[in-house]
């Protein structure tokens, strides 16, 4: 049974930093993408930020430029997502998600990811 484990959501102030991490298990192969999505109250679920491991070629949310970085870790299939100057709004919880097809469609369309993780709370106080 694959499994995706996120880490490193905390409650942090206006202008810090988090780290998190996403590491899956029980696969045979590697993912061709993983990545990140979050969602706020009342709010429906958003792309953030995907690394696609062929290309080693990242994306993000326009919403995320200039402050968020993503790169795989040291594992196979394993993404990291640092935040920096995280903001107020930046508050929700953080979803790692992973697609195993190298091909098809647009990198921030959750439909496209079969594999979720439970889920981490990021926190910006102002």
């Known amino acids: 049974q694959v499994q995706l484990v996120e880490s490193g959501g905390d409650s942090v102030q206006a202008g810090g930093s988090l780290r998190l991490s996403c590491t899956a298990s029980?696969?045979?192969?590697?993912?061709?993408?993983m990545g990140w999505f979050r969602q706020a109250p009342g709010r429906e679920r958003e792309a953030v930020s995907v690394f696609y491991f062929g290309p080693n070629r990242p994306f993000y949310a326009d919403f995320v430029k200039g402050r968020f970085t993503i790169s795989k870790g040291n594992a196979a299939n394993t993404v990291v997502l640092q935040m920096d100057k995280l903001k107020p709004e930046d508050t929700a919880i953080y979803y790692c998600?992973?697609?195993?097809?190298?091909?098809?469609?647009?990198?921030?369309?959750?439909?496209?990811?079969?594999?979720w993780g439970q889920g981490t709370q990021v926190t910006v106080s102002s």
């Open positions: 029980g696969l045979s192969s590697n993912f061709a993408r």
């Open positions: 998600a992973a697609r195993s097809e190298p091909w098809g469609g647009e990198w921030s369309a959750p439909s496209l990811y079969s594999y």
